[in-house]
């Protein structure tokens, strides 16, 4: 357009090279630092507990496993060890991991709010309590789909409150989210309270186990429901990434630009919810997972969805691993809850979100 | 391709934001909506850009009923400028303006992408920001960035809700003339206005609203007149010839 001709002179004297997208330098030392990490780390965790075993040796264990290998094992246990607690334990934790902080980002990106998490606005109670439910009445026996199912239903029903609760304008505004997530939180709590009231023993101790959170006792049984729901979100999730991406215009704008922002939505949350419950059904409760990883990612790479996402299950997987290695290991003989160790770190962090957000956008929104 | 409201009313809660509006964009003009706060401009805008479905009356894009357009067809037949152009997370310019290619992803338009983004770019003298967290903009830079993804949507319907709003007097005269130059390419240009003489000087057409009715349609001189802006206002002007142009120049009695 040259009609424009003292404007475009001007630009074209001040304008920075038009080719300067994020560097893809950058992205690639992202994924392949992550990738790199969580393959180092998964080995290094899966040697250390009270049996140590050597990195090399747990290689070996891998490779036997997999049946790519018949070199013998050096010391009785090994096998037993890695691959009936170990290894299931550390596959749970990058699954769980990917799965909750993936779940951050959507929901960041539908609620178009940087503060949104499943933890804090409260899914992950809900389904907690939907968990619960199944366990006090004594469902559980039937199938581990049961718990799973209940806590899925819960959490999609906490997302949909949460969700219409908090926004007006097409938009989220910060004091309206946490206020819903105390309410969701504070609700939630006084579920799993009656239900530890009612239950027996056993009961109350695993709706404790529930809510702090750990990957104790994780089996092949449960991330053969696990690994499917988050591999299905994880595909769904690329497909509405670019989508996503224009929900940050608000939706009205992004209506305008083609996007049918009811059926993204729906979707959204459904993939929130499935996510958070898979990992709640199996975990209990870890906040701010999502938080935490979509939005160093975010300042590495940038907010464009599609490598966002990839990069923040990669991200939460790693996380996740090494909070489990520093539960597992950091107090001799003793299992620190991984929730509690999540929710140590991302408290803080969450606050100063909060008050970063505050003054960039210039007052609460 | 023209854009045309027939007889549409709004009516929410009993209250009367739009009484039977008809209305007309029509290709190669710049079509002004003026009128003072409340008069129904934002409302018609949202009804014309289907945002909003009229309680009685229709829309009609280029002899289809608004409603029977699927979003992607209808996001690469007309644009919108909305008022708000804040952007959640720290996208820069330049992946705000790419948005506005949305539309034509996995089409054979998407090869004109980068050449499409560049012009409206330079257009809306944003190219210098294009590296630049919109989130950490002016008003009127996120204002004129915004401007620049409707512009690389390519519709030959553009709806411009007050573009002018926020910007100097330099940058308000460029993005007149920029609705100008594109009804010049055979584009419907629908703005919303707020400044009386900017919508003198720049539009084919004026409709005038007040209180969800239309008061006046028509060429500027016809409808700019002293003594209905004094009544749709509440504000008496005086109203003179522009000694060069001619166009009609609107003062308030002060």
Known sequence: MTRLESSADAAVATSAPLETRRSTGRRVALFTGLSVALVVFA???AGMGQLQIAPGEVWNSLLRGLGLSDAPATAPHVD????????????????????????????????????????????????????????????TATS?????????????????????????????????????????????AGGLALLTFLGDTASR??????????????????????????????????????????????????????????????????????????????????????LIVPHLMRMVIGPAHRGLIAASALGGALLLLVADLVARTAVPMADLPIGMLTSLVGGPFFFWLLRRQRKGAGGWR | MSLVAENVSVTIDRAHLLTDVSFAAIPGRVHSLLGPNGAGKSTLLS??????????????????????????ELARTRAVLTQEHSVTFSF??????????HPWARTS?????????????????VSHLADRPV??????????????????????????????????????????????????????????????NLAAAYSDEITLLERGRVVAHGAPADVLTADRIKAVYGQPVDVIEHPRTGVPLVLPVR
């Open chain 1, 43 to 45: 080995l290094v965790s």
């Open chain 1, 80 to 139: 037993a060890a890695l691959w009936t607690i170990r290894f299931p334990r550390i596959v749970a934790a990058i699954l769980i991991g990917a799965a909750l902080s993936v779940a951050g980002t959507i929901m960041q990106a539908v609620f178009a709010n940087p503060l949104a998490e499943p933890g804090v606005v409260g899914v992950s109670s809900g389904a907690a309590l939907g968990a619960a439910v199944t366990i006090v009445f004594g469902l």
């Open chain 1, 144 to 188: 581990d789909w049961v718990t799973a199912g209940a806590s899925f239903l819960a959490g999609l029903a906490t997302t949909m409150v949460v969700y219409l609760a908090s926004r007006s304008g097409g938009r989220t505004e910060v004091v309206t989210l946490v206020l819903t997530g105390i309410a969701v939180n504070a609700f939630a």
């Open chain 1, 205 to 290: 101790e695993e709706i404790i186990f529930w809510q702090l959170g750990s990957l104790n006792g994780s089996r092949w049984q449960e991330i053969g429901v696990i690994a499917p729901l988050v591999a299905v979100s994880l595909v769904f999730a690329f497909v509405l990434a670019r989508q996503l991406d224009l929900f940050s215009l608000g939706e009205r704008s992004a209506r305008h630009l083609g996007v049918n922002v009811e059926r993204v939505r729906i979707v959204s949350i459904v993939l929130v919810a499935v996510l958070t419950c898979a990992a709640v059904a199996f975990a209990g409760i870890i906040s701010f997972v999502g």
């Open chain 2, 47 to 72: 009804v014309l850009a289907g945002d909003r479905v009229p309680s009685s009356g229709r829309v009609v894009l280029r002899d289809r009923p608004l409603a029977d357009w699927p979003l992607r």
């Open chain 2, 92 to 101: 820069r310019s330049r992946e705000i303006v790419e948005m506005g290619r």
């Open chain 2, 109 to 125: 338009a998407e090869d004109d992408d980068d050449r499409e983004i560049e012009r409206a770019m330079t257009a809306t003298d």
């Open chain 2, 135 to 196: 989130a950490d903009l002016s008003g009127g830079e996120k204002a004129r960035v915004a401007l620049a993804r409707v512009l690389a949507q390519r519709s030959p319907v553009l709806l411009l809700d007050e573009p002018t709003a926020a910007l100097d007097l330099r940058h308000q005269e460029d993005v007149l003339r920029l609705a100008r130059a594109q009804a010049a390419e055979g584009d419907a240009v629908v703005v919303v206005l707020h400044d009386l």
